[in-house]
């Protein structure tokens, strides 16, 4: 099978943070994950915004809990697709979620096999990356196997490295990983995390968000190279200057490149990374 913009449609869920996928390209939708302030339960983007979630999280009060899409969010979101003949689902790291176990369930019970689900092994910003590159592909026609073969490379091969405010969110949500041995450290030494193979790793240790984005742009400039195909990600919790500062020194670091998206991280995933998080992604989609 030939696939097209116009004949496939590509669903992210919440954690890519990309509050309107169809704003980017008409054939991408959204099931939003779930935050929970006490008894009441917002949809992540559609009912709460990242200030009004941040401003919540400010105010104290108990802690605010996640939760995956239902299986009835999947089955209304697939019955919209049926004039797809095929729907690409780029969903959260498995590592860190179980959205994709309750889409995986949802598109086996049903009657045809229009509808493929991927575990992107990445959050936020990275899955917009890898949807983008799968996107450039259906606009000149390809097929299942060569975007298998994209999914695989961009598992292998692309980065996202982030520094945190605190430990205190990744810790209590249970998503630290491999970086567990860190939750102790001083506040004012900012851990270097990655994510590989779709879990949580520790790269380095720094002291102080000046040294941070030092090490962030050493870590890119060694990890990368300047190339037009070169494709880049920002996101931030509460850390704007922060950003502003890294995206002037990719900028300057990769001319070629191309810095594609800016984000600001939502409930769902500010939940877990909190306030003061900053990430940095990047792809190199080589034709």
């Known amino acids: 099978m030939r696939l097209t913009a116009d004949s496939t449609a ?7 943070d ?3 996928p169809g704003a980017r390209h008409s054939n991408w939708r959204l099931v939003p994950l779930y935050v929970r302030f006490g008894d009441e339960t917002f949809r992540d983007y559609v009912d709460l915004s990242p200030e009004e979630f941040y401003a919540r999280l400010r105010a104290g009060g108990e802690p605010p809990k996640t939760s995956q899409p239902t299986p009835a969010d999947f089955e209304q979101l697939f019955d919209s697709l049926e004039d797809y003949d095929r729907v ?3 969903l959260v790291s498995s590592r ?6 309750t889409a995986s369930m949802v598109a086996a019970s049903r009657a045809d096999d229009r509808i493929r689900v991927v575990d992107t092994r990445s959050v936020s910003a990275g899955v917009v990356l890898l949807a983008d590159a799968v996107q450039r592909r259906l606009e000149h026609g390809t097929t299942d196997d060569e975007v298998d073969a994209l999914v695989e490379r961009f598992r292998a091969e692309a980065r996202l490295i982030f520094t945190l405010g605190t430990l205190e969110y990744l810790v209590r949500g249970g998503r630290v990983g491999k970086a567990a041995g860190l939750a102790g450290q001083l506040l004012k030494v900012k851990p270097i995390l990655a994510i590989e193979d779709g879990e949580v790793v520790p790269l380095r240790r720094v002291r102080g968000r000046t040294k941070a984005l030092a090490e962030f742009e050493r870590l890119f400039a060694e990890g990368s190279r300047d190339s037009e195909n070169l494709h880049v990600a920002l996101a931030h919790a509460e850390a704007r200057p922060e950003m502003d500062e890294l995206a002037r020194r990719v900028r300057a670091s ?3 490149g191309s810095l594609d998206v800016e ?7 500010g939940t877990h990374a909190g306030p003061g998080t900053l990430g940095l992604f990047w792809f190199e989609d080589r034709p």
């Open 254 to 256: 990769r001319p070629r």
């Open 18 to 20: 990309l509050p309107d």
């Open 263 to 269: 984000t600001t991280l939502g409930p769902v995933v």
């Open 10 to 16: 590509v669903v992210l869920d919440s954690t890519a």
């Open 88 to 90: 690409v689902c780029l």
């Open 96 to 101: 860190v979620s179980g959205t994709i176990e």
